[in-house]
């Protein structure tokens, strides 16, 4: 059974940064497609970004393009997620998810094993 820890999140200003990361407990990471998704309150879960198991290919909502960065070490079996000029609505839980199908979608459904989530809170 894979699984999946996240840490990194907390309260940070609006424009601050964090780094997310998301340890996965496999030998190997090498075969996973990795995602990030965020619920904020009274919402549905949303993809974040995602990357392939090589690293080489990445997706983004278009909320987070130009100001989220997605990376991988499998060296390290980690998976990280650079957030900067966070903005208020940026304020949910944040879930990494793990995949074995050759996908870099950002649909929930397609992610079969999940870490329990951790909280991101943007405000002054």
């Known amino acids: 059974q894979l699984q999946l820890v996240e840490s990194g999140g907390g309260l940070v200003q609006p424009g601050g940064s964090l780094r997310l990361s998301c340890v996965v407990s496999k030998p190997t990471l090498d075969y996973y497609t990795i995602g990030w998704f965020r619920q904020a309150p009274g919402k549905e879960r949303e993809g974040v970004s995602c990357?392939?198991?090589?690293?080489?290919?990445?997706t983004y909502a278009d909320s987070v393009k130009g100001r989220f960065t997605i990376s991988r070490n499998n060296a390290k079996n980690t998976v990280y997620l650079q957030m900067n000029s966070l903005k208020p609505e940026d304020t949910a839980v944040y879930y990494c998810?793990?995949?074995?199908?050759?996908?870099?979608?950002?649909?929930?459904?397609?992610?079969?094993?999940w870490g329990q989530g951790m909280q991101v809170t943007v405000s002054s």
């Open positions: 990357i392939s198991s090589s690293g080489t290919r990445t």
């Open positions: 998810a793990a995949t074995r199908l050759s996908t870099t979608s950002l649909g929930v459904r397609q992610y079969d094993y």
